[in-house]
């Protein structure tokens, strides 16, 4: 049941299962908590598990204006207080791994520990270190007549032909409007902090078959954060939490929790 709470400005959109410690869920650039339907349950034996839409995604309501990845880390450490917490884990997914960096270079004292999936350092944009991004975002603006290839983007050939309605799914994707507008002016935006700033224990995961960001991408954090940990997902893509689930609990339940990852 989708519940609400009042953060700063904004009235964002959650929902919360499971017991144990906290673990905080963060979105891609064009999804919202949803994203994290079919990872939830793995999680909820393990954790209290906090799945929120970020500003201007799904049903978080706030005001009119613009805003950056700051803003989107002041958010989420807000919102960890109003929930009456001080300190969490925190997982990122492309996008959310941005945000999540964010936090943890901003509110260090908010996060525990951070796991960074499939996504890409700070400070750098995401056009500097992908070399086909030019191409993602001719198939973004070719919508809904590129929505089968581009789907081919963020899932591989063989899981889409189990999973064919997912070919489908960019198709759906809202027209243009302002508020997606401030959101893709939101994504562009950066830090000037770095990841080898980042303090948290941290996890590092990537698909093997991730088109959208390059596994060596992301993999190459790890060895700029101190002690980071890594993990290449073995014929996996973009969305892991879409595509495996029971992979991607399997490896927060042992960073996170090493003495229940045999339960």
Known sequence: MTQFVQAGDLRIAFDREGEGPPLLLMHGAEASRQMFSALVP????????????????GETEGPDRASTLEDLATDAQQFVKALGLRRVHVFGSSFGGRVAQALALLHPRAVDHLVLASTWPLPRPYEELCPDARRLAELRRGLPGTAGE?????????????????????ANARPESARSARRAATVATALEMGVADIVAPTLVLAGELDRVVPPAVTLAMAGRIRGADAALLPAIGHVTALQAPEVLAHHLVRFLKPEGAKS
């Open 42 to 57: 793995h999680l909820a034996k393990h954790f209290t598990v906090i799945a929120y839409d970020q500003r201007d995604c």
């Open 150 to 170: 581009l789907a081919t983007w963020f899932f591989p050939e063989t899981f889409l032909e189990k999973r064919p309605e997912l070919r489908r799914i960019f």
